[in-house]
């Protein structure tokens, strides 16, 4: 059962494999903010500290976004990730 963790909060969260990192961000209280949910907005930047491996690859609407709203190589949209393993978040809103 993969594990989130977030750097900046003791907080961890247990999930089943291929669950949204969104549905467990909003079910758990995680310091991630959202607002679109569907990758327009950039609201839910995070940066994956670890286990980036563990989660599927962005597309090229994702990766648009994403860079239009920050500059850290590989930051990510949490309202677009699946979970298949552990990894470590940080929220870059
Ligand atoms: S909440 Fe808008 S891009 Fe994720």
Redesign the pocket.
């Known amino acids: 059962m993969p594990t989130i963790s977030f750097a900046d909060s003791s907080m961890t969260i247990d999930v089943e494999a291929g669950s949204a990192l969104i549905d467990a961000c909003e079910e758990n209280g995680a310091p991630v903010e ?11 930047i995070i940066s994956i500290e670890e286990g980036a491996d563990n989660v599927n690859a962005p597309d090229g609407d994702e990766i648009s ?1 994403a860079s239009s709203r920050t500059d850290v190589a590989g930051a990510r ?4 990730i699946t979970v298949n393993g552990d990894i470590t978040v940080r929220y870059l809103g």
Not at 34 to 44: E, K, L, Y
Not at 77 to 80: D, E, G, P, T
Request: charged content about 0%; hydrophobic content about 40%.
């Open positions: 959202f607002s679109c949910t569907v990758g327009a907005c950039a609201t839910c976004c949209l949490a309202c677009q």
